[in-house]
């Protein structure tokens, strides 16, 4: 329901809210999705998971994966790519000049970034924010560009906090529900 049907094929859909919402827990179910046969709901191929902070959570991961596992899933861990960018310059070299090659050579049929902003929440990014937005832009632009040319969906992944706002603020064109912001 909280997807009202499903991701923009081709696309990108952000999946926004606040710390432990569940936002990597959703991306990483999607990815198994992705894996299954269009006869059970998928896009059957593989997936490709760009984490930015830290370490995936991989043990999360195959618990999660167990489930789909029952479901007919063979191996779901094999046709899961991860890519740890945990840099702005980093990951703009990965979606630059690595990723066509992964799309061609494994049928990659969706991509996720979990998180599109984490990369740019540091010290070198808080003093200059022009810098800041030209790099999300030229994210989105690369990101805009895989997409389109590959017919692949996005799903990117951005960690919001709550602040007090003027009652006249309006969040349109976002639907809220349950802790995620959809675009």
Known sequence: AALQGGIDCPGITEIAGESASGKTQLC??????????????????????????GTFPIRRFRQLASYYQERGLTDPCEKLYIEVCPTADLLSLFLRDKITNLIAVNNLRLIIIDSIAAVVRTEQFDVDHIERSQTLWTHAHLLHKISASHGIPIVVVNQVSTTNLSSSFSFAPYDVLQGLRLV
Request: aromatic share 8%; charged share 5%.
């Open 28 to 53: 990483m179910q999607l990815t198994l999705q992705a894996q299954m046969p269009p006869a059970s709901g998928g896009l059957g191929g593989c997936a490709l998971y760009i984490y930015t902070e």
